[in-house]
């Protein structure tokens, strides 16, 4: 086996001993620290001026002459009182209405988690990364296999999302706990992640009750007053609308429910070019931004200013086999045209880092690489699934986990200003006067003044020359990933939490659970 994995390697000579000095110590890993990332590149924008319009009178035409169905009597009945035309379950809106609307929302919005020190900023230049979220299975190297998730598993991924500073927030269970019965899951799964971390959490929108109690679970951890917890959002929602052109009854309730909480609202079609969307990326994109504005729409009306942001999960089918493809070229160009409308609408936006690899191998890397990058092109402010996607999100694993956070951390690296500054003591010509012709620069001065700060340093990359690895056992990447996991969770702490708020949470949870929870039809 290969030497004891998770324990930083000796520092090498010269600049590549990374960037230390601005890492935490956690005596298993050195990380970077805890900071909001901006996005200092131009945006990538593929379409021309002509091309945004296009998009934009397409989307526009959906909603006036297809219209959206809404499977929720209330929320059409509001549309209607808002003079949008319904026939059936069919709303029309008409291209002003939604304009005047969407102005209404706006482009930057905060959330407090319970920790204020993890406040989010969505918008501007804003890039924020979330843990995986929603898969029903599970998968480690050592079970070797695909396995239904459970609570145990679930919390570990949480403890993960916790102890990785480039992880943001909790984009939603990290892998469904099929082992509780779903009337309570929710309950559970939310005590785990409001008691096991400290970050922005997420509710799912499926029905009044699942919602009204994350709302209360929230409120009662941050230990706030209603008042307080309606003044400025404190979690968010994301609702997947029914593609094609469509919005069913429990999402569009949790919609309503938190809009009128003030909380936070992204909406994100999952729009499948070739199967759920036209085969064009134009035609599935308009579609993906008609069935997003329409929900942006619904939520203004209810409460103008409510803080809410549109997401892209337009990808393509495997024309093959019908199976979904991520991190395709298309996927990537879906991601920059829908970036370049969100700022044309003057909305945050969404997107993920997903791939359709079984296991965390290359092929799971790579597409989720082009993925990653595609959010940070396309001017992205939230990127859900950052770490821990497999097989399409049907799969969490903690080693991929483990490596998609490596790539995060190159990611926010990368951004960092500082490596493209231009002033006098980056030109350095002092430094190259020094050495001239004959020498090198590993003991100049100001070699030496930046060598602990110059460069990234991995913690899952092995940097060395193949005699080395091969002699301390050549451990590939995911075995070294499995290591790291397993020595975080031994060490892992969870944040604390004041003996009140804890009490209120337990008390909270176990009252509902003798109320039966949420309606299930099994």
């Known amino acids: 086996m290969s030497e004891p994995e998770g324990k930083p390697r000796g520092r090498r000579g010269g600049g590549r001993a990374g960037n230390a000095a601005r890492r935490r110590t956690s005596g298993v890993i050195e990380q970077m620290p805890w900071r909001l990332p901006k996005n200092i590149d131009r945006p990538t924008e593929p379409l021309s001026e002509e091309g945004v319009q296009a998009i934009h009178a397409g989307a526009m035409r959906i909603l006036e002459e297809l219209g959206i169905a809404f499977y929720n009597d209330e929320a059409r009945k509001i549309l209607k009182q808002a003079g949008c035309r319904v026939e059936g379950d069919q709303v029309f809106m008409d291209r002003a209405f939604v304009m005047e609307m969407v102005g209404k929302a706006p482009s930057r919005w905060t959330i407090t988690p319970r ?74 799964v939310l005590f785990d992640t409001l008691t096991l971390t400290d970050k922005v959490v997420h509710a799912y929108a499926l029905g009044a009750e699942r919602v009204e109690d994350a709302m209360e679970m929230v409120r009662l951890a941050g230990g706030l007053s209603h008042e307080a917890f309606e003044a400025s959002p404190r979690m968010f929602t994301n609702i997947n609308s029914t593609s094609p052109l469509k919005h069913d009854h429990p999402m ?54 409510a803080a809410c942001a549109i997401g892209t999960f337009t990808s393509n089918v495997d024309m093959k086999s019908g199976a979904p493809a991520f991190g395709t070229p298309e ?53 859900y699934h950052a770490a821990g996607w497999l097989e399409g999100g049907l799969i969490a694993s903690p080693e991929k986990f483990v490596m998609d956070c490596e790539e995060l951390q190159m990611i926010q690296r990368y951004l960092e200003p500082e490596i493209c500054a231009t002033g006098p003591e980056e030109i350095a010509f002092d430094a190259i006067a020094e050495v001239g012709t004959d020498g090198h ?62 009490a209120a949470l337990v008390d909270f949870v176990e009252t509902r659970k003798q109320q039966g929870g949420a309606p299930t039809d099994f």
């Not at 409308?341 to 191998?361: H, K, Q, T």
């Not at 082009?370 to 939230?382: E, F, I, R, T």
């Not at 080395?468 to 969870?494: S, V």
């Open 115 to 188: 920790n204020p020190e993890r406040q989010l900023v969505m918008g501007g230049t804003h890039i924020l990364f979330g843990n995986v979220s929603s898969p029903p299975n599970y998968w480690d190297l050592e079970l070797g296999r695909k396995v239904p998730g459970t609570r145990e598993q679930c919390a570990n991924l949480l403890k993960l999302t916790q102890y990785f500073n480039c992880i943001h927030f909790t984009g939603g269970y990290p892998v469904e706990p099929q082992d509780i019965h779903a009337s309570i899951r929710h309950l559970d």
């Open 441 to 502: 620069f590993f003991g100049t001065e100001h070699t030496q003044a930046r060598y602990t700060t110059a460069f990234y340093q991995p913690f899952v990359s092995d940097w060395r020359n193949y005699e080395a690895f091969e002699a301390a056992g050549g451990a590939w990447t995911a075995e070294r990933a499995h290591h790291l996991y397993k020595d975080i969770l031994a060490e892992f702490e969870a944040p604390t939490m004041p003996p009140e708020h804890h």
């Open 252 to 305: 569009m309730d949790g919609w309503m429910r938190i809009a009128r909480r003030n909380q936070g609202l992204v909406v994100t079609p999952f729009t499948l070019a070739g199967a759920m969307a036209p085969v064009t990326m134009a035609g599935a994109v308009a579609q993906s931004l008609a069935e997003a504005l329409s929900a942006v729409a619904l939520a203004q009306y209810i409460r103008p200013g």
């Open 331 to 383: 996927y990537m160009r879906a991601t920059q045209m829908t970036g370049q409308m969100a700022r044309f609408y003057g909305l945050p936006m969404r997107a993920s880092g997903v791939c359709a690899a079984n296991v965390p191998d290359a092929q799971a890397m790579w597409e989720t690489c082009n993925s990653l990058w595609s959010a940070v092109q396309s001017g992205s402010n939230m990127v």
